[in-house]
T-cell receptor, first 118, second 111 residues
Framework: AQKITQTQPGMFVQEKEAVTLDCTYDTSDPSYGLFWYKQPSSGEMIFLIYQGSYDQQNATEGRYSLNFQKARKSANLVISASQLGDSAMYFC???????????????FGTGTQLKVEL | KAGVTQTPRYLIKTRGQQVTLSCSPISGHRSVSWYQQTPGQGLQFLFEYFSETQRNKGNFPGRFSGRQFSNSRSEMNVSTLELGDSALYLCASNEGSETQYFGPGTRLLVL
């Protein structure tokens, strides 16, 4: 079974500051992927960043970076230079590649509500 | 390319009715997955279709069903609606790559 834990229900950050959203995971799959999605109040899930379990380097996409620590089973999202438009719910998710038989099932955490303030 | 589209965007039904939701994936994507999002249970995987075959299924009762057509469009059906089925239903598509792209969702309210 796979499990994602996000322990921060809500976070506040000042505009232009950096913020780290925590995510820990548990899986018995030897190969897996980790994802972060952003969900504004409109409801659509917006893909932000992906990290494969065998990737040697931490993923980066613009202002987003994923701090992947495999031994600690953590995949924290770092948003640099926060903007007001970053206010949203953020979900960490994972997908196993071996034990799920090639399917695309994502397991999500409970999310972190981020509020960016002036 | 156009993104994932879902219709309808909003739906109100009464208990006992049935509902059909539609999802059109990104052009070229053969995999379509469905998720239910509620405040109490969070995001839960319903099922995945790939090339018209159900490839994976979540832990939902048989009232929840789906299908996929030859053009990769997918529908999900919920029969005998219950109040607890009120949720945001999201579909996602991908093809080969690890990343799933989501549609805007259908908000279902069961009265």
């Amino acid at each position: 079974a796979q499990k994602i834990t996000q322990t921060q229900p809500g976070m506040f950050v000042q505009e232009k500051e950096a913020v780290t959203l925590d995510c820990t995971y548990d899986t018995s799959d030897p190969s897996y992927g980790l994802f972060w999605y952003k969900q504004p109040s409109s409801g659509e899930m917006i893909f932000l960043i992906y990290q494969g379990s065998y990737d040697q380097q931490n993923a980066t996409e613009g202002r987003y970076s994923l701090n992947f620590q495999k031994a600690r089973k953590s995949a924290n999202l770092v948003i640099s230079a926060s903007q007001l438009g970053d206010s949203a719910m953020y979900f960490c998710a994972m997908r196993g590649f071996i034990l799920t038989g090639g399917g695309n099932k994502l397991t999500f955490g409970t999310g972190t509500q981020l509020k960016v303030e002036l | 390319k156009a993104g994932v589209t879902q219709t309808p965007r909003y739906l109100i039904k009464t208990r006992g009715q049935q509902v059909t939701l539609s999802c059109s994936p990104i052009s070229g994507h053969r995999s379509v997955s469905w998720y239910q999002q509620t405040p109490g249970q969070g995001l839960q995987f319903l099922f995945e279709y790939f090339s018209e075959t159900q490839r994976n299924k979540g832990n939902f009762p048989g009232r929840f069903s789906g299908r996929q057509f030859s053009n990769s469009r997918s529908e999900m059906n919920v029969s005998t609606l219950e109040l607890g089925d009120s949720a945001l239903y999201l579909c996602a598509s991908n093809e080969g790559s690890e990343t799933q792209y989501f549609g805007p969702g259908t908000r279902l309210l069961v009265l």
